[in-house]
DNA sequence: TGCGTAACCGGAGGCGGCCTCCGTATAGTT
DNA sequence: AACTATACGGAGGCCGCCTCCGGTTACGCA
């Protein structure tokens, strides 16, 4: 899942190299979602098996490294849309997906907020791309089970997202993965209904 | 303008500390808004002219002294809402009110921000408490206003500081006074227009 | 297969911030 | 004036940030 999107038109990694990125930013996003996005970047290093030396080279600011780690959630978030819509039928599709997305939002939190507060409102980039591949991606798994009749016709991803999301962040304890799912439940049978056409 | 609000029934302080103590917080003061939330508390004890120590015996954590700053913010806007009540004719005085506003919405920015995510869910309370104030501050100056005819009648305290606040966040570079008046004028303008009854 | 070198590794070290602790100073009291 | 509760302040230990460079390794080439 090319981690390196549009910024590089440069040599690849060598291979030890690409590996200690990879290592890097799963101990990043770990660190992260236990201590928020100001954890030691030291320890990130320590918990990757690298030396910090290595963490710098690669994201020479913290703030890179925290945008890596977002995008990086985004692309996995994305390809598992693409694995559910094979294993599973449509509307139970989406639904995983979302339960997914929820997982997501929550590091996201942390994330956007870092990512806004650091970067300014020069973060739009950023956030634009995310928000394209999101859509796209659920797009495929909604429009799917709409055709299926599983989901109703009158919404689209982001308005499912939004409320999603709104959900999340609205319920004090979303790390509580039974009171989230709970909470959307209610979406999810909210968007069974269909309005009298 | 007690800054010991409802936490301890101790005895006041000895008058070295007080003053000390107001060092402390408007050396903070500048600093936050100079430096962002995160500045240095020990640049923040030397701006003050104050040890560390001190800083510390008054703030045991970081997120005591924004707090207090920002309790303190509050504090001048309700204050100045009074002495603009008497100084200047209703409307007047509501609008150089919003002005003021303006200036404290900024600094609310940051440390709105850092209270919420220290506090978690728990900075209800000081939430609830600094609305109480701001709502009764404005209401005062606002019924004023409407009653000698200057502003319209169907509009409420908190209404106008939302409006005027979404104003300045939604500006990109609030911080500049010349950009962010004009753009505040148009809310005021609204605020003059009386819808037929 | 063996060699040369560009690419990469890693951690020591300098700096600065965090917070504690305690010897010293002073405001307020009698 | 003397006494004491209270407050001062900065040295010091710790830790995280980031840079720099001597050592190591992967990869192309013969």
New interface residues.
Partial sequence: MGQQGATTTARPLRADAARNREKLLSAAREMFDEAGTDASLEEIARRAGVGVGTLYRNFPTRIELIEAVYRHNVDELCASGARLAESLEPRAAFEAWLLEFVAYAGSKRGLA?ALR?ALG?DASHVFADVHDRLTSSGDALLHAAQADGGIRDDVETMDVLRAVSGVCMAA?DWRDPAKTQRALRIVLDGLRYRPAD
Avoid: E, Q, R, Y
């Fill in positions: 907020g507060s409102d004090p």
